[in-house]
C-alpha cells in the first residue's frame, strides 16, 4: 500500500465501518458522549418536554441517553440509530424498559415513523457528523418526526476546532477526524440554521453539561456554575432547544 497524505472522503460504506468498529471493538464505554454527561443533558432538557411525551432518540449511539430517560420517567421512548451493530446494542440495554417502544433503523429517508409522531426529538452529538448528502435531508426528516408544537433539542461540541483532533492512518496517510466529526457549531451559527428550516428558538448557548449531573458534590456545582458563566474560559457543549409551530 503506497503511503501518501490525503484527506478522508467519508462514503456511507465508510461511515458504517467506522460506527460498526466504535459500537464493537472500542471497549471502553466511558469515550460515549452520554455516558459521561447523558444524565446532564437530560437533567438540563427535561425542563422543556411535557410530561406524558413520546420521544424519539434519534441517532441514539448504544441508548445511553434512552437509558437514562426510560428510568427517570414515564415517558415513552423509541430509538432511531444509523449502525446495525448499534441497534442491537440499544435492544440488550433497553429493550427491558416497560416504557420502551422500538429501534428504528436509519437505512433511508424516510424512516419508518409516521409524519409528527413526536412529542420531543433528541439529536445528540450526531449534527457534526453529517456528510453533505445528509446534512440538510437529516434535519429535513427530524422536521417530519416531529409534532407541531414539539421539541427538538440539538446537542454538539461548541465551536470545536476540527483541526486539534485529527488523525492519520500510518498505513495509507489518510487523515480525518478521531471521531469522524465534518462541521463545527456555535450558538449563532445552530440558531441560523434551525429557524431557516422554520423552528422557533426557545434556548440555544455554550455551556458544560457535566454541571447538570446529579452525583456531583454541590460544592462543585457551584464553581461549575460560575465558570458557566465566565466569558474567559471557553464552554464545551452546545445546546439547541426550539418548538416547531
Known amino acids: 500500500m503506497d503511503y501518501r497524505l490525503h484527506d478522508v472522503i467519508w462514503t456511507d460504506d465508510k461511515v458504517g465501518r467506522f460506527w460498526d468498529y466504535e459500537n464493537n471493538e472500542r471497549k471502553f464505554q466511558g469515550a460515549w458522549f452520554t455516558f459521561q454527561v ?41 430509538c432511531a440509530e444509523f449502525s446495525g451493530k448499534g441497534l442491537q446494542n440499544i435492544e440488550h440495554l433497553i429493550s427491558h424498559y416497560p416504557n420502551f417502544g422500538r429501534v428504528i433503523p436509519i437505512q433511508s429517508f424516510p424512516i419508518d415513523a409516521a409524519d409528527h409522531s413526536y412529542d420531543a426529538v433528541y439529536f445528540v452529538e450526531a449534527i457534526e457528523h453529517l456528510t453533505d448528502n445528509y446534512y440538510l435531508t437529516t434535519l429535513t426528516e427530524l422536521k417530519r418526526l416531529i409534532k407541531y408544537g414539539g421539541i427538538l433539542i440539538i446537542t454538539t461540541r461548541n465551536n470545536e476546532n476540527l483541526d486539534e483532533n485529527l488523525v492519520c492512518c500510518p498505513d495509507c496517510g489518510c487523515v480525518f477526524h478521531r471521531v469522524q466529526h465534518i462541521r463545527s457549531f456555535t450558538p449563532k451559527i ?20 457535566s454541571q447538570y449531573k446529579d452525583k456531583l458534590k454541590l460544592s462543585t456545582k457551584i464553581i461549575k456554575f460560575v465558570n458557566n458563566y465566565r466569558k474567559d474560559i471557553k464552554q464545551p457543549h452546545l445546546v439547541y432547544i426550539g418548538k416547531l409551530l
Open 190 to 209: 445552530m440558531t441560523s440554521l434551525m429557524e431557516s428550516l422554520g423552528f422557533i428558538t426557545l434556548y440555544c448557548r455554550a455551556l458544560n453539561f
Open 38 to 78: 447523558g444524565d446532564g443533558v437530560w437533567n438540563f432538557t427535561k425542563r422543556f418536554i411535557p410530561k406524558k411525551a413520546k420521544i424519539l432518540d434519534y441517532s441514539a449511539g448504544k441508548g445511553f441517553l434512552s437509558k437514562r430517560i426510560l428510568e427517570e420517567s414515564t415517558m415513552a421512548v423509541d
